[in-house]
Structure formats: C-alpha cells, structure tokens
C-alpha cells in the first residue's frame, strides 16, 4: 500500500518504499509513479474549429518536410491557402507561447504551406483515394462547406456531384470575401485543384427551381445540403427598399462590378458584411460610414477587421440606429436614434436603448444595410425544416434524415469559413458512415488542452513572433484587387515552427534520454521515448523536464 | 568476571565490538587502523566472535556492506583511517541518510602528500558534515567505553545515526595501555540486541534510499539534526549511566577538569587533552588558575557547555591537531560559533599543533597556556592563530 504521509510526524526516518504493483524492477521498489508518454491536446488544436494538428505540422517543417507538413493539414483542413488568409485564427486565441512572449504566427504559416502546395495539389498521384465506391452523393451548395465535403468524400472514393446555382464555385469564397483579403485566383485554384479530384460540378443549376429535389434525392444515395447563408435580415423600419444588402453589393464586386453605389455610402450593422462592405466601398473611392447600434465592444465582427477598417480611415458611427429611411433628391435620408446601452441581452452583449428624442437625420448617396444574414430554406421541403424555418440538423454528424445532412451556415446561421469547413468535413463523415452501413458517430470531443504550467518554457528561447508584412492603409485602399497582406518567408515559417512550444506533442527532442538519471529512457527511431520499467525509478525528472507537457507521472495500482 | 588486559587501543577496539556482539563487520586494511580488523578476523576465524566478516575490496565497497548489513537489521562494525575514510565519503551520507547506527572507530591519520601515517583530526573533520555522530577519545579505556556507549546511543529511535569513534594513530591505536573489560553478562544488560523499526526482509519485501522529491527531502534533513539534538541529551545520560554500571565515565559531552574556578581554559580534543590534565596541574603550581576542557562529542558539537563554560571564564586557549584550510583550527571555529550572541566573550587564542602526528606533549601545553595568560592580562589577543613550534 503506498502511504504519503501528510504531516513530519508521519514520517518514516528515512525514505522507505514498499512495493507497488509493477513498481519492482530490477534495482528495487522504486516507484510509486511511473512515467508515461502521451498525446494531448494542444490549445491551437483545441480552439481550431477544424482541429487543425498544428504541433505534427510544427514539427515536420523543424524535419525540412514542407510537403508533409501541409498533408497534416489536408486532413483536417483542404484549403490552408484560403483559411491561411481569412480565417478568424482561434487558435492564436489561447497559444501558450503569449505566457511566455508573443503567440505563434499559425495563420501565417498556414498560408505559407498552404500556397505551397496549391501548385502540386491538383497534379495527379497528390492525393491518395481510397478505392473508388459505387455510392453516389450530391452536395447542394459549393461554399466552403460544400467543398470540403466533397474533397473528403471523393478522396473516400465516392462519386461526388456539386450543384451550384451560381456560375461559379466558392460560394461566399467567391461571392462575398473581397479580394484583397481573399484574392480570387486563390480560390480559383483550390476549385480547379478539388474539381480535378473527379469530381463533377453542375453549376448554374438550382436545386428545387433548376432541378427538383426529390430527383436529387432518388438519384444519390445521400445528400448535403450546404448552401449558406445569403439572405440579408431586414432592420424592420420604413424605407428599407432604398437600401441595397451588404452581400448584394460584396457579390456585385465580385463578379466584376466596381463601382461604388455613391460617395456617402451607411453601411449598417457591426458584423463581417458590414465591415468587409465598407472597406471595399473606401477602396471603390466612396467614403463610407458605420452604423452601429451598440458600441465597438458589442460588435460580432472580427476585431482584427474592425481594426483594419479603422486605419483604412472609415468612419464609425456608434449608438445609432437607422429609425427610417427616405429618398430626397436621389439621396438616401436616413433618420437615426441616438442609443445607450442597459442589462445584457441573451447574448452576453449590453441591450442597445433608444435615447428619447435624440432623432437627427443622416444624409447619404447609398445605404447599404448588413446587420446580418440567415439561410434560404424555401427551397427545401418542409419535412426537414423546424417551426422557425430552419434546417433540422444534427450539428455534430450533420444528419437531417435518413441520407440527407447538412452542414455550414445553412446550419449554424451565419460563421466563419473554418466552421464551414469543419462541418463540412464532419458531415463527409457521417455519409461515409451511412453509406458503409455503420452507426452514424459524431468525432469524439477533444480533451481539455494542455497548460502552460505543464510546458517547460526553460528550454525555449525568448523570440519575436514571425509578423507577416501589411500593406499600409493609403496603400493598400487603392487596390480592390491587391491582396493586403504578403506571406511570412520560409525562414520565418521554421522560425515559427522552432519558437513552438508543442503543447502535449513530443517534440523529439531526448531531453528525457538526457536526464533520466537511470539510463531508463530509450529513444525509438523517431527519437520518441520508451520507458525501461526494469530501472526507471519515478523519480519524474523526465516529466518535469519535458518542454511538451507529454510525459506524465501515472500512481502505480496498490 | 570483569578482566584488565594491557594491549593497543585497536586491539581494544576488536575487543568492544566482539562484546557489542556485533553481527557484522565489513572492513578494508588501511595504516594504522589494520590491526583493529586483523585482531577481528582472527577472533571470527576462531570462532570466539560470532560475526559475519564481509572482505571488501576498499573502504567504499566496506560501508556499501555495512549500509546493507544494517539495513537487514543487524549490527553492524566497521574501522578505518585517513585516505580509506575519505574514499568513504559519498557512502557515508547514504548510512546516515538511511538512519543506519553503523559504528565505526577511525584512526586518526594525517591526509597526504606529503605521505605521512601519523596523528591528525583533518581526515575525521573533513567528514564531519556527513551527518554522522562523532567521538574523539583520549585513552584505550574511552575506546572500548565508548564503541559500547555509542551502540546504545545510535541505535535509540531517537537518535538512529551512524557513529564515528575517533582516535588518533599510534598515540592510541599502538599503544598498549591497561583497559577493563567488563562481564560480557553485564555487557548484554547494559546493551541489548538492536531491534530496528524496518529492516530489509525477503519475504516481506521494502527498499530504502529511494528518491524524495522537493516537498519532503527537507523534512527528512529536519529530522536527522532533530536526531543530533536527541543525541545531545542522551549522550550524557548513556555516560552516566555506564559509569554506574562499569565505574568509567568520560565526562558525556566535554570531559572538565578543574574547570571551576579556572580564568583560563584549555580546550583540547583527544589525547591533548589527556596532557593538557598534566599541564594544568603544572601550571596551577605556578598559580595559574588554569583549568582543561577536553571535548569529547563534536557532532553533535556541544554549543550549551561551551557556552557555560565561557560564563565561568576569562580566556579559552583552543588546541586544534588540524586545520581548516582558509580559516582555522576546528574546534576554534566552532567554539567561536557556539558564543556568537552571547554576553561577555571570553577572550580566545587558537593554536594548532601535532599536526601529521607531532608530538604536543604537556610542557608544549604550558606554554601555549603561558602565552594566553599573557594576553589574558593585557586582555588583548596578539596573535588569533598560532601555529605551534612552527619552524622559520
């Protein structure tokens, strides 16, 4: 029995051991713990909606090995190009670096991969398949959710076929993300590379108005239902058909049309819509204006664009909320209230309250209004939607019914492309799983990630995160088109990839092998650990030494 | 029947652990402790002394043995000197962290180069931070007295420490003085077999000297000078007690004489102190209050009597055989550290003589006991350090 004494007076007047099982080695009972090497969950991944393996990546570009590196990523994530571009980043959110000096630069580097390998990626004998299937399945909607479902699911070697209402493929990808955060022959290369997996793509071609659904429906053996959401919210005042929406206008400059609606253009709303319409309205030469009915602090935006939108020189106009809009001489009078803020709503954010007779009239050439979009289901048959309209999915298999699923904003309401693409992976999944016959999971949840007190930060050398290059406000709001930040260098990437702490992964390193008193650690081929149980001793040097938190001191059985 | 024998203190030495009845005995030959070992052997080999005897091949692998012999539960004897003491250093830490009560008389031997296989305290001092009980004895009948006292003492549950019985090369370890052997009968009552708490036992298997983290290590550091204080009270006691028993006492912790009225003090280790008795009686002939302390236990180091002394005294004159290089002799520094805070130092002179077995006989004793009274009445001290007849 082991007895950790508590007090001095239950102490034995020296140290005295008795066995525990499997404490006897061949020197002795030793050990009321004994070492264990494990993988845990570093906080990147953790807060990576897609769950990116961040630390495996680290650690192949620290091996040279560029292209396996961003493999890793594959698959979790099949375009790294994209999200290394726009995604919101969670996972610099809770780095374990920032308790030691700056996050790593991960967006950065997986732009960096992700540009990498766009070149190789549509080149055939990139991807490996799995044999190919005789289950068909179509996918309604060619946004990131869309696409990345069909990347897995064609690389599962099923027959996949996109329908896509819109000429092209991309979805918000192509359609609302503007060009200078996402430029467009980035995704098109993406598109080009997936469509070159095998994949057939009906564009132009709108389900339940084009084609009916139950003709989807019979002819595939499952269905995604992965189209979004497009439609703008209306605020709900008179007047709002002198406004155009936030993603009418992303769309219409996308597809080529670049021109500003007017010099004084409101843009309504704080989410990424209205921020992203601004900032492409001050790079089509207008000069436009936020409305916000809360303050900065409330806005669902990412606050590194409303950041961005700032220097760019837009102007933000809080606490004000469009009362009525009205036409005057071809301009757009917009009659705002004055707001301030009370209790917190449902959302955690505080309640904006109307200021009684605060009236005042703004005017503008245009108003474009984007306080938010939600999914078109009329398409849809009723039998799949709930009371409020909305899809009636599983959001972690994405099932709907039987063999049809759905997955990205169509779902969640308006997110983020990463979530899009996790979800989308997610439902790939679930149909892979239908369509062999199995029990339909959800992935299992990740454990809590590791901490910084489980990281030796001694072994790590203070150092300056990799920035990557931006363009300077009056130079980058000249171009609509140029993208408005540069990639980080490949130094800088191994950089990044060595500042690591690679939280809860063995980084390889035989500092365990170096300590261990007792010549008990043995280094495998990939310099990973193994525990000689015949002489390790429990004395734990390796577990406290270890920069990675991976090596654990596991109590002995009684 | 109790019996006088006259032979060497080795020999002698031989003689208390075969009527400690100890169990076993694990030593390597060094000069001049050789002959405490042979006699051993001899006594094993015919039989009159019932001990395992482990043949080492050096004194590290010696304590090694002593450490698992103890550590099975029995007593345990081992002996040695100077160079064969210091190879023993890093076991030595291990018996004393394990709490084993090894006893082991060394040989007080001057450390080379230059070689030299004669008397002195640096070997023995250089290991007094081991965590091991230390006696410096000053005549054949204190060796035999004290290896029995020092059992008693080392194996009390209080106490549990390993213990060294000090005594300096040739002075003691060859020569022949008569010693009193008490009734082995009265031996055993007065010290009965060690029973210890946790001892190593195949069928009910343990293993000590394990690691201790951070949080506990201190503790078990606490406990062994906690131990050190223990042996301090019972150090006296134990004497006093063997006194009753056999008629010898060694004066516990600081062997006094004439001590009482004495303005000045001489405090001595080992057999300086033997001939600072002949001195003092000498001096007092001439009228100088003069009176001997012979330290017997310097770890524990005995700061209380010190300190009482000091209250009794005008100067201490401190005679140390060894030197702390860079500083000076043991016994000065220590006594200098036992009065720090106290009210009204006595004035102290320290002298280090007999290094590498010179001879400090008592007439060298007057003197240096001369020229302290004569700092004593300028009540000034001249010279803090004086090397003894040391050649221009």
């Known amino acids: ?103 790593i630069s991960i967006r950065s580097v997986e732009r960096f991969l992700g540009d990498y390998i ?16 005789d289950k068909k399945v179509a996918i309604i909607g060619s946004g990131p959710a869309g696409l990345s ?48 997996m095998g994949i057939e793509v009906k564009t132009g071609t709108a389900v339940g108005k084009d084609v009916k659904f139950e003709d989807v429906q019979e002819e595939f053996d499952a269905v995604l239902l992965a189209t979004g959401a497009w439609k703008e919210r209306d605020i709900e005042i008179p007047g709002e058909e002198f406004m155009m929406t936030g993603l009418e206008f992303l769309k219409g400059v996308n597809e080529g049309q670049k021109a500003s609606p007017g010099m004084a253009v409101a843009v309504i709303g704080g989410g990424n819509t209205s921020i992203d319409a601004a ?17 900065e602090k409330e806005m669902p935006a990412v606050s590194e664009e409303i950041t961005k939108a700032k220097e760019d020189g837009i102007e933000f106009r809080i606490l004000t909320q469009p009362v009525k809009a009205s036409k005057k001489n071809g301009k757009v009078m917009l009659k705002c209230i004055k707001m301030r803020l009370g209790e917190p709503d449902d959302t955690g954010r505080r309640r904006p309250i109307p200021i009684e007779g605060s009236e005042f009239i703004l005017e503008f050439d245009a108003v474009i209004k984007a306080i938010g979009e939600k999914p078109d289901t009329t398409w849809i048959p009723k039998i799949f939607l709930n009371k409020q309209g909305w899809v009636k999915a599983d959001s972690a298999t994405g099932v709907v019914s039987e063999n049809i699923f759905a997955a990205g904003d ?79 260098s490949l130094e800088e990437v191994e950089s990044e990839a060595h500042r690591c702490f690679s939280c809860g992964y063995c980084r390889a390193c035989d500092i365990c092998w170096i300590f261990c008193p007792d010549a008990a650690v043995e280094l495998k081929d990939d310099d990973k650990p193994e525990f000689d149980y015949d002489y390790c001793k429990g004395c734990g040097i390796c577990s406290t030494e270890c920069p990675c938190g991976v090596i654990i001191m596991e109590r002995e059985e009684e | 029947m109790a019996q006088t024998v006259i032979d060497t203190a080795n020999h002698i030495a031989a003689y208390a652990a075969k009527a400690a009845r ?28 019932d001990a395992e005897y482990i043949r080492v091949e050096s004194e590290h692998s010696a304590m090694a043995a002593c450490i698992g012999a103890a550590a099975a539960g029995v007593r345990t004897f081992t002996a040695t000197a100077a160079h064969g003491l210091v190879l023993m250093h890093e076991p030595l830490h291990w018996a004393s962290g394990s709490r084993l009560p090894i006893v082991m008389p060394v040989v007080n031997r001057a450390l080379g180069p230059g070689w030299n296989i004669w008397a002195d305290y640096t070997d023995s001092m250089s290991q007094r931070d081991t965590g091991w009980i230390q006696f410096y004895c000053a005549d054949n009948q204190e060796v035999f007295d004290t290896i029995i006292q020092a059992y008693k003492l080392c194996e009390n549950e209080r106490v549990l420490l390993p213990t060294m019985i000090c005594l300096e090369a040739f002075i003691l370890s060859h020569t022949y003085m008569p010693v009193e052997i008490p009734d082995q009968e009265k031996i055993d009552d007065f010290l009965p077999p060690y029973k210890p708490k946790w001892f190593l036992d195949i069928n009910n298997p343990l293993s000590h000297a394990n690691i201790v983290s951070p949080e506990w290590y201190m503790e078990f550091r606490y406990m062994m000078q906690e131990s050190m204080e223990n042996a301090k009270q019972l150090i006296p006691e134990i004497d006093k007690e063997y006194g009753k028993c056999f008629g010898f006492e060694h004066g516990g912790l600081v062997d006094k004489y004439k001590c009482e009225d004495a303005d000045l003090m001489l405090l001595t280790m080992g057999t300086i102190g033997t001939e600072a008795r002949v001195a003092v009686d000498n001096l007092r002939k001439k009228g100088l209050n003069v009176g001997s302390a012979r330290v017997r236990v310097f770890r524990p180091f005995p700061k209380e009597e010190i300190r009482k002394l000091a209250e009794n005294t005008q100067m201490f004159a401190i005679i140390d ?62 010279e803090e350090t004086v090397w003894v007849d040391l050649r221009e």
């Open chain 1, 118 to 133: 766009l070149e190789r990626k549509g080149e055939t004998g990139f991807h490996e398949f799995s044999a190919e299937k």
């Open chain 1, 149 to 196: 479902a069909a990347y897995y699911l064609r690389k599962m070697g099923y027959k996949v076929t996109i329908f896509e209402s819109e000429e092209k493929l991309g979805g918000m990808l192509t359609y609302g993300i503007p060009p200078y955060r996402l430029p467009k022959q980035t995704v098109e290369k993406e598109v080009a590379a997936l469509t070159k």
């Open chain 1, 410 to 488: 169509l779902v969640s309401g308006p997110a983020t492309v990463v979530e899009a693409i996790a979800a989308g992976r997610k439902a790939a999944r679930s149909i892979n799983q239908l369509l062999n016959g199995e029990e339909i999971k959800p992935e299992t949840s990740l454990e809590k990630p590791v901490k910084i007190e489980e990281i030796n930060v001694e072994y790590y050398e203070p150092k300056e995160r990799a920035k990557a290059f931006e363009f300077p406000p009056e130079e980058r709001t000249k171009s609509l088109d140029k993208d408005e930040t540069l990639a980080i």
């Open chain 2, 321 to 382: 055989r060894g030197i702390s290089f860079g500083m000076e002799g043991f016994l000065a520094e220590e006594t200098k550290a036992s009065l720090c805070n106290q009210k009204d130092q006595p004035l102290i002179t320290s002298f280090i003589a007999g290094l590498g077995g010179r001879d400090v006989p008592f007439k060298t004793i007057e003197k240096i006991a001369e020229k302290s009274w004569e700092y004593m009445r300028r009540g000034r001290v001249e």
């Open chain 1, 1 to 103: 029995m082991v007895v950790v004494p508590k007090t001095r007076k239950e102490m034995p007047v020296t140290t005295l051991s008795v066995p525990t099982v499997g404490s006897a080695g061949k020197t002795g009972f030793w050990r009321d713990f004994r070492p264990v090497w494990v993988e845990l969950v570093s906080p990147c991944m953790y807060d990576c909606p897609a769950n990116n393996r961040i630390p495996q990546i680290f650690e192949k570009i620290r091996n040279g090995k560029l292209e396996e590196a961003a493999k890793i990523f594959l698959e979790t994530n099949p375009f790294p190009s994209i999200t290394g571009r726009v995604c919101a980043h969670f996972c610099e959110e809770h780095c374990n670096r920032v308790e030691y000096d700056e996050v």
């Open chain 1, 279 to 295: 900032r492409t309205l001050k790079r089509l030469g207008a000069k436009p204006t936020i409305l916000y009915r809360r303050t």
């Open chain 2, 22 to 49: 100890v169990q076993v005995v694990a030593a390597y030959p060094i000069t001049p402790q050789t002959s405490i070992v042979e006699r051993i052997a001899e006594l094993v080999e015919s039989g009159e002394f």
